[in-house]
């Protein structure tokens, strides 16, 4: 009678485990949730059993209470190393190395082999690393808050509302289009807090709240870069910081004729004071051409995409060590031979001249505001309703729908 009693309180309490384990809504004082009445109906029950069928029970009790649940990443191996680890074209120190996997970045794991060797695949790159340098299972899912990056994709709605709050009464600070992603910094169970930028007064990144059911999820690693491309990327580094040197000696070239045209254009003037002859040559140059304004426009454009991929810095001015917002902005134009302001709320007042939506062309200045309506961000029209702009500190420089946030203004700078 003991051994019953004993049994039945196992049953009794792997199957209330169980029902626990299944979400319910908010029970409240007055009245007794579903997960309370499977409790009561088991009790109830067990009044009734055979010692046979608790028996049997039991056993499956202690079955299920002993299977561990497989981890998500139970096939996937995250980098532990302290930089990197070369990946082999073979299970073999001595064999060709055909790529590196960089620490935090994943892989999955298609084979292991004898003597601490995994055959993984990671991006484009397919080889073998000694597994003593991945994390896997619940080591590799405790990673995933520091290496692995969560967006947030805009769904189910043209325009969705970023609150200031977890709630739909709370004030909203812009809206978002659809099919934009953005870096998701916190998720909870009904809202997701999103990054809108990076505030250019402070350095500090800014954020809000969107309802889950307007967003999908999607977790992302960082993968293994081949040898061919990293030396890919090397080369594309290489040719911005030519491209950005070649700019620049084009401008003092451009400069230097200016100058050089001018001294002629006062010496002219001064000789034609000096002679009898009364009259002068007018040339005249039309900067209004909308056909060399257009090839300037893409050009200005053409240049700036060089340097997607590099990274934010607050403060910075470099195209290619790093610029915020109006940094990169205003190094783009100055390269070019154009003098706008520093900050964008600056460049939003005084650059160029104020343009409708409606004239949007590329190389324009599109210019962002927080809830207050202080400027704090500006991007660079490149056409076809995209921008290319410092974003923040965790993207750096980017492509992103116009739109991305509410439009403060519009400002053109060639023109």
């Given at each position: 009678m003991r051994g019953k009693k004993a049994i039945k309180a196992v049953?009794?309490?792997?199957?209330?485990?169980?029902?626990?384990?299944?979400?319910?809504t908010v029970a409240h004082a007055e009245k007794s949730g579903s997960a309370e009445q499977g409790v009561a109906g088991i009790a109830a029950i067990l009044e009734y059993t055979t010692a046979e069928q608790l028996e049997?029970?039991?056993?499956?009790?202690?079955?299920?209470?002993?299977?561990?649940?497989?981890?998500?990443y139970a096939n996937l191996g995250v980098s532990k190393a302290d930089n990197y680890v070369n990946i082999r074209k073979e299970a073999s120190t001595e064999s060709e190395v055909v790529g590196k996997l960089y620490r935090g970045c994943a892989?999955?794991?298609?084979?292991?082999?004898?003597?601490?060797?995994?055959?993984?695949?990671?991006g484009d790159v397919e080889g073998y690393i000694a597994m003593d340098f991945l994390a896997i299972g619940d080591n590799a899912e405790a990673m995933v808050d520091e290496y692995a990056t969560k967006y947030a994709t805009v769904v189910n709605t043209q325009t969705l509302r970023v609150r200031k709050e977890q709630s739909t009464d709370s004030e909203t600070l812009t809206l978002i289009p659809k099919g934009e992603t953005y870096v998701v910094i916190n998720e909870y169970d009904e809202w997701v807090e999103?990054?809108?930028?990076?505030?250019?007064?402070?350095?500090?990144?800014?954020?809000?709240f969107?309802?889950?059911?307007?967003v999908n999820i999607k977790v992302e690693f960082k993968y293994a870069i081949s040898v061919e491309e990293e030396n890919r990327i090397i080369a594309e580094q290489e040719e911005a910081e030519r491209a950005e040197a070649d700019r620049k000696r084009k401008l003092a070239e451009e400069e230097a004729?200016?100058?050089?045209?001018?001294?002629?254009?006062?010496?002219?003037?001064?000789?034609?004071?000096?002679?009898?002859?009364?009259?002068t040559d007018d040339v005249s140059y039309d900067n209004n051409d909308s056909s060399s304004l257009g090839e300037l426009r893409n050009e200005i454009i053409s240049y700036a995409l060089k340097f997607v991929g590099n990274p934010y810095v607050w403060g910075g001015e470099s195209l290619t060590r790093g610029a915020d917002c109006s940094g990169f902005t205003q190094s783009i134009y100055a390269d070019f031979g154009y003098r706008i302001p520093r900050v964008s709320r600056d460049q939003a007042a005084s650059a160029g001249k104020k343009v409708s939506e409606g004239d949007l062309k590329p190389g324009d200045l599109i210019f962002y505001a927080n809830s207050s309506g202080r400027v704090n961000h500006v991007a660079m029209y490149i056409g076809n309703g995209m921008i290319v702009h410092a974003a923040n500190s965790r993207q750096g420089i980017i492509k992103s729908q116009y739109k991305y946030r509410d439009i403060y203004c519009i400002r053109r700078i060639v023109y």
């Open positions: 049953v009794y309490i792997t199957s209330a485990a169980l029902l626990l384990m299944v979400p319910v049997d029970a039991y056993r499956a009790s202690i079955e299920i209470l002993s299977t561990k649940t497989e981890s998500p892989a999955d794991i298609l084979e292991s082999l004898d003597g601490g060797w995994v055959k993984i695949k990671s999103v990054l809108l930028g990076t505030d250019e007064d402070t350095g500090a990144d800014f954020t809000g969107v309802n889950k059911e307007y004729e200016r100058k050089e045209a001018e001294r002629r254009a006062e010496e002219a003037a001064n000789d034609a004071e000096e002679s009898d002859e009364g009259t």
